[in-house]
């Protein structure tokens, strides 16, 4: 071969090479597509202020965790999350005109993230409300929503909310097969013992019942996403400490008395945002 035939191969060469760096540079630059699925943990029901043009009925924050991991990874993200959502609204709608949850994902979806099933068998809002009305006729005094209810909560939780998260996990996995999908846990909202009577008027007795009840939940929660496949993202450890009891600034969950959201028993802002980096974290998103 000659020298200028040598020399108009190697630049060819080279001028390839350079096309496929700028190609794989310009692909690896292309944004995630990331959707947003869930319930009022993921929505941020109760942080202001609310997201433009989302639902108002859904009670979405325009800084809910979803909001927060797409400005951190640079992330299209399309938010269907809606405050009240339960494992059913995946597939079925919840409101007039909002289609369930599940039609925002696609084979195109890049990463899914969600908190569900706390709603289901409006297990949360009826144990709260239980407990605090029998922890307000005792005056914080003994057990009486343990005493009155027993293990009925976690029942319904191990039979009932278990295979629902399980269906709807499927349904997430068989409409997004190639996306990486975090589901998580709920952070704690009373502490393992004690309490504070001045903020959630529920019995000392009945602190560790309604912990329990919220263990429960998360381990059904984790126990789906194995089954099915899907990431837990479990901050069980990392919420230890930031309860409803907790000061102001420490606290990732609101108390309904003296509460800096509107929405008591939720996250505020600090609560979403370390949400945002632990389900990054597990997804390996940073």
């Known amino acids: 071969m ?21 190609t794989t540079s310009a692909n690896a630059a292309d944004p995630i597509n990331y959707v947003a699925l869930g319930d009022s943990y993921s929505a941020a ?10 639902p108002a009925q859904c009670l979405r924050s325009a800084l809910n965790y979803p909001t927060l991991i797409a400005r951190a990874t640079g992330a299209n993200v399309v938010d269907v999350t809606c405050g009240a959502a339960q494992t059913s609204h995946f597939t079925t709608s919840q409101y007039p005109g909002l289609a369930p ?22 297990i949360f809002i009826r144990a709260a409300a239980t407990c605090a009305l029998a ?33 709807a996990l499927t349904a997430v996995r068989e409409k997004a097969p ?6 998580i846990g709920y ?33 059904a929660i984790g126990r789906a996403a194995a089954a099915t496949g899907v990431t837990y993202v479990d901050i069980n450890q990392l919420a230890d400490g930031h309860d409803v ?42």
């Open 187 to 219: 952070p704690w909202i009373v502490p393992a013992t004690g309490g504070c009577f001045d903020k959630i008027p529920v019995a000392t007795g009945d602190i560790p019942y309604m912990r329990s009840l919220q263990a429960t939940l998360n381990d």
């Open 245 to 286: 009891c907790a000061a102001p600034g420490v606290r990732w969950i609101e108390p309904p008395i003296n509460a800096q959201n509107s929405i008591f028993a939720h996250p505020n802002a600090l609560g979403e945002r370390e949400m945002a980096a632990a389900a990054m974290a597990a997804l390996n998103l940073n």
């Open 45 to 54: 029901s109760g942080v202001s202020p609310s997201a433009p043009g989302a």
């Open 178 to 183: 190639n996306a990486k999908v975090g589901i």
């Open 101 to 122: 949850q599940v039609d925002a994902l696609s084979a195109d979806t890049d990463v899914v993230t969600m908190t569900i099933g706390g709603n289901d068998s409006g």
């Open 2 to 22: 000659s020298r200028r035939l040598l020399v108009t191969a190697a630049a060819a060469m080279i001028a390839a090479a350079g096309t496929f760096a700028v």
């Open 135 to 167: 922890g307000f006729f005792t005056g914080g005094k003994g057990s009486p929503c343990k005493d009155g209810n027993g293990s009925s909560f976690e029942d319904t939780v191990r039979n009932t909310t278990y295979p629902d998260l399980v269906k």
